[in-house]
């Protein structure tokens, strides 16, 4: 790997806390210069979402996830990296995802950051469902288009 850092992976029902993962990468470390986290929250999509269902297979998901991360770690001097998806019912207002770079320079971190984020989007293997509000059944929620466009732009970049 170019930076040496060995992702952070989890997959878990609970949340998570920003503060504490930023701690866990930067306690006792001079080296790092900047932090950058993305925190995806469910939305209520205007009132008619009750909860995002988020399903996975155990194992098969983190593998995925921390193959992905690897290719961060590969692609930019990293300092640290966490990645934290939940699955089970997530309502409105409440954390889905987390994504912690660590960096001795902004760029870097920025980079691998929007770079994971895209990744995430369409290759984690989760299926998601969503539980509207009121009496209507649930749906599952196809793949999007603008997801998998997005990937095109990290196809030609160097290391940084």
Excluded at 125 to 130: A, G
Aim: hydrophobic letters at 40%; a neutral charge; aromatic letters at 6%.
């Amino acid at each position: 790997m170019a930076s040496g850092c060995e992702p952070h992976i989890r997959v878990q029902a609970e949340d998570f806390a920003l503060e504490a993962e930023m701690r866990r990468l930067t306690a006792g470390r001079r080296d790092v210069g900047a932090v950058v986290t993305f925190t995806g929250l469910c939305r209520d999509e205007g009132g008619r979402l009750a909860a995002l269902e988020l399903e996975h297979y155990p194992g098969m998901a983190e593998a995925e996830i921390t193959r992905i991360a690897r290719e961060a770690a590969e692609r930019w001097r990293l300092s640290g990296l966490t990645v934290i998806h939940r699955f089970g019912k997530v309502r409105p207002g409440e954390n889905i995802v987390l994504v912690v770079a660590a960096s001795s320079h902004r760029r870097a971190a920025l980079e691998a950051a929007d770079f994971l984020m895209d990744y995430l989007k369409s290759r984690a293997p989760f299926w998601k469902k969503e539980h509207p509000a009121g009496e209507e059944p649930g749906r599952w929620v196809e793949a999007k288009t603008a997801d998998e466009e997005a990937l095109g732009r990290w196809t030609d970049r160097k290391i940084r």
